[in-house]
């Protein structure tokens, strides 16, 4: 398997089997069994016959950065904030998935055989400025970026974001990272799936688009969108939103996966990320 192909497949593979183990119920796992040929060989005459035109270097740097700086204007830190490391993760849900099952992150574990020299070699759990986002990151992700800002039409977004190189993240397809933003004062005019509808077509002018999946982790419902191919590169993206059950705020994941172990890290960023105060 091919770069391009285990990065494909290891992104839609997180989505189904979160969806499966955390409300799909059988229904989901049968039809998760039965793949069929005829879809593989249409994705692969697919692929044959529609060539890509490679970007130049300059529009794929100009390209990125409109991207990534849709209403998530903030300024990289210069100074890189501590986040203390955890030997054993704590628990950020009280409430077991529906359905029982493995979490995403035991999925990807389970059916991918990450691990060895393809992980992480530990996590940390990081948290805004305010501490109302709690999120698990790689150990090795150590800029983190807490603040929290004010978009174009005045709306209080609380905002965490942590890389291993934040400039290089925001700029580039070449660095991992992760952004979650939450806000009470988006929720009054939009919704989980308006929060993708407004970068998806930024991010399908430079990457290619896979679809939109939906998402439950017991906690959190929405729908999130899959991109491979961004910027020229194998790297791929995932935006995630959603909303709790009472829909008094808007959630919306970022990450930037860039290599194999980086999909174990996304993996572990849905499964532990959780709003615990005031956003």
């Not at 069929?36 to 692969?44: F, G, N, P, R, S």
């Not at 305010?130 to 004010?150: H, L």
């Amino acid at each position: 398997m091919n770069g391009t192909s285990w990065r494909v497949c290891a992104l839609v593979l997180v989505l189904a089997l979160l969806v499966a183990a955390c409300g799909g119920g059988d229904e989901g796992s049968e039809a998760e069994e039965e793949p069929t040929e005829a879809a593989a060989v249409d994705e692969d005459e697919a692929d044959e016959d529609e060539p890509t035109e490679e970007p130049t270097e300059e529009a794929t740097e100009e390209a990125t950065e409109d991207v990534k700086d849709v209403e998530t204007d903030v300024p990289v830190p210069t100074e890189t904030a501590t986040a203390v490391p955890t030997t054993e993760p704590a628990a950020v849900a009280t409430t077991a998935p529906p359905g029982g099952g493995l979490t995403g992150e035991e999925a990807i574990a389970d059916e991918m055989a990450v691990g060895g020299e393809t992980s992480y070699a530990s996590y940390t759990t990081i948290t805004d400025d305010t501490g109302a986002i709690q999120v698990e990151v790689p150990a090795e992700w150590n800029q983190v970026d807490g603040r929290p800002f004010t978009d174009e039409q005045g709306r209080q977004l609380f905002d965490v974001r942590a890389a291993p190189d934040l400039e290089g993240f925001t700029n580039t397809w070449d660095v991992p990272g992760l952004i979650v933003t939450a806000s009470t004062e988006v929720a009054q005019s939009e919704n989980e799936v308006t929060l993708l509808d407004e970068l998806v077509g930024p991010f399908s002018g430079v990457c290619t688009y896979l679809g939109r999946q939906p998402y439950d982790d017991g906690l959190y419902t929405g729908q999130a969108d899959v991109f491979e191919n961004c910027g020229g590169t194998e790297t791929g993206y995932l935006i995630l939103g959603a909303v709790p059950n009472t829909r008094a705020f808007v959630i919306r994941v970022q990450v930037q996966v860039v290599a194999e172990r980086d999909v174990e890290a996304l993996g572990r960023a849905l499964a532990s990320f959780v709003i615990t105060g005031d956003v």
